[in-house]
């Protein structure tokens, strides 16, 4: 049995990875049961004990560190992923870090450095990189179907003021999403606010992706022989990142590269660079 800590219970995210893994006891997730909780918060964490009274809630991220084999970082503020996930990953137990895997490239190389010293494997960022929809798309456009791709849009929500980080609370959604469908070799990127929107052009060597973080989930792709077009559903994300988590757990080995962790925070900083600036940010 492998004992799982979730911390930053505030988030919705926490009682919704607590379900699916334990009300499948006798599923595909029979070894794993979450077994303690913190929250900046008490009242998050009663609410999960509430429906799950097998889980402890500690008062203190070090004394949760020797009551689990694993951990899951859920608070809402990527600037508390690396304090919280750090004890776990120094003790040698594998961690998920939500989205965003943190809101500092310098912090997000401390945890990966980290890991790789303790031999730990890391996973984590959003869960729409797992999109049914988003990895069609993906396939289609590659399958030569649109021929030579010239262009492409693709749209998901993202909140400027969010009192969790600004964008990086859900704009860490769409750069993950992007680099999925279209590699992590981004040149250079140029960011444009205008009436409150914010848009973003990522420049591969033979590709401009535009990035619109608007409250429309789509994506669309130009070739020279056609295009595609996808409505992106987030449908049984939530259940592919408890898929990753628990094989990880099991092997020890994490499904997620460095660059897959590291690059999409390159990408929301250069945005934030280009805004300040005015200018594109190269990212050579």
């Known amino acids: 049995m492998f004992n799982v800590g979730i911390l930053g219970t505030e988030n919705s995210h926490a009682m919704a990875f607590t379900e699916i893994i334990n ?12 077994t303690a909780l913190y929250g900046i ?78 031999n730990v494997p890391v996973m984590g960022g959003s869960g729409c990189k797992y999109s049914d929809d988003l990895l069609a798309f993906k396939d289609e456009i590659f399958s030569g179907k649109i021929g ?29 999403m992007a680099m999925t469908v279209f590699g992590y070799d981004v040149k250079s990127v140029s960011a444009y606010l205008k009436n409150g929107h914010l848009s973003a052009v990522l420049r591969y060597d033979e590709l401009d992706l535009m990035l619109s973080f608007a409250k429309s989930y789509t994506a669309v792709a130009y070739g020279d022989k056609g ?15 408890i898929d990753h988590f628990t094989e990880m757990v099991r092997s020890g080995k994490s499904s997620m590269t460095e ?4 690059k999409p925070i390159i990408v929301l900083n250069a945005i934030e660079e280009s805004l300040k600036y005015r200018t594109a940010i190269d990212l050579i």
């Not at 009300?23 to 979450?34: P, R």
């Not at 776990?88 to 490239?105: C, L, N, Q, R, Y």
């Open 23 to 34: 009300d499948n006891a006798e599923d595909k997730y029979g070894d794993f049961k979450v």
């Open 227 to 241: 295009y595609v077009f996808k409505n992106i559903s987030t449908d049984k994300i939530y259940n592919y990142e």
């Open 41 to 118: 918060e008490k009242a998050p964490s009663e609410a999960i004990k509430a429906k799950y009274p097998e889980a402890v809630i500690v008062d203190n991220i070090s004394d949760m560190v020797g009551m689990v084999d694993c951990a899951m970082i859920t608070a809402r503020h990527g600037k508390y992923h690396k304090p919280f996930a750090m004890p776990f990953i120094e003790a040698g137990k594998p961690v998920f870090i939500d989205k965003p895997f943190t809101i500092s490239i310098s912090e997000s190389y401390e945890l990966i450095d980290t890991a790789k010293k303790y």
């Open 259 to 262: 660059d897959q962790l590291i």
């Open 148 to 176: 030579n791709i010239q262009s492409a849009l693709m749209s998901f929500a993202a909140d400027m003021k969010s009192e969790y980080g600004g964008f990086y609370f859900y704009g860490s959604h769409l750069a993950e």
